[in-house]
């Protein structure tokens, strides 16, 4: 089946700085990717809607300068998250629908991001 | 629109007892429906699926989810539960006019030998 690839699976920022995750679709093309995030013992949140060659939609409540969302490709989105504090450390989760119409989404390994 | 209710925040089987996460749903449409594993600190896979062809669907590792229209429900049933079933799982709704997948709350499955 199609595969999602996501990277870092994990990663350690101070507070201030920048990380940027990559989400990649490695056998179709995706013209439509999501970005999630799953809080200790919750459910996922959708965060974005990552448009390829436009601008991403944000869901209500989500800082769309602090989370930038970049669809450049037909196979890449990123996700930045600027000024990182600690209260954005989570685990953000990618996803993409799956080629051809068949409805099924397909989501990447996820990223544990830990802000200190 | 649409929204997930799973019942259980958490359920606790023992090994080789049959297993029941329970799922009801809201939707304006005919749904599809889905139901997501999460092993700790791992990304979601796709257990089954229900896209308006059979009520009973079977998928991986034994699982399989009845379509109930009449009650809105899409309950998990495996026969046995085996330690490696110990998770977090998501019944997930999807309309057919868009993109996005609606996540239920989530259940924690614990297996005790």
């Known amino acids: 089946g199609a595969v999602v690839s996501q990277h870092p699976s994990r990663v350690i920022c101070k507070s201030g700085t920048s990380v940027k995750i990559e989400c990649r679709s490695l056998?179709?093309?995706?013209?439509?990717m999501f970005w999630y995030r799953q809080f200790p013992k919750q459910s996922l949140m959708l965060m974005a809607t990552?448009?390829?060659?436009?601008?991403?939609?944000?869901e209500q409540g989500v800082e769309k300068d602090k989370f930038l969302i970049n669809h450049a490709s037909l196979t890449l989105s990123t996700l930045t998250v600027t000024s990182a504090h600690p209260e954005d450390s989570s685990f953000y989760i990618c996803?993409?629908?799956?080629?051809?119409?068949?409805?099924?989404?397909?989501f990447g390994q996820g990223t544990r991001l830990t802000v200190v | 629109a649409q929204s997930v209710t799973q019942l259980d925040s958490h359920v606790s089987v023992s090994e080789g007892t049959p297993v029941l996460l329970r799922c009801n749903y809201s939707?304006?449409?005919?749904?599809?429906l889905f139901w997501y594993v999460q092993h700790p600190n791992k990304g979601l896979q796709l257990l089954l699926k229900?896209?308006?062809?059979?009520?009973l669907v079977k998928g991986i590792n034994g699982f399989e989810a009845e379509f109930k229209k009449s009650e809105t429900s899409f309950h998990l049933t495996k026969p046995s539960a085996h330690m490696s079933d110990a998770a977090e799982y998501f019944c997930?709704?999807?309309?057919?006019?868009?993109?996005?997948?609606?996540f239920g709350p989530g259940t924690r499955l614990s297996v005790l030998p």
């Open positions: 939707s304006s449409y005919s749904p599809s």
């Open positions: 997930v709704v999807q309309d057919n006019y868009g993109q996005n997948f609606v």
């Open positions: 996803s993409a629908d799956s080629p051809g119409g068949i409805t099924e989404a397909f």
């Open positions: 990552s448009n390829e060659g436009s601008k991403a939609t944000y």
């Open positions: 056998d179709f093309q995706a013209t439509t």
């Open positions: 229900y896209t308006s062809a059979a009520t």
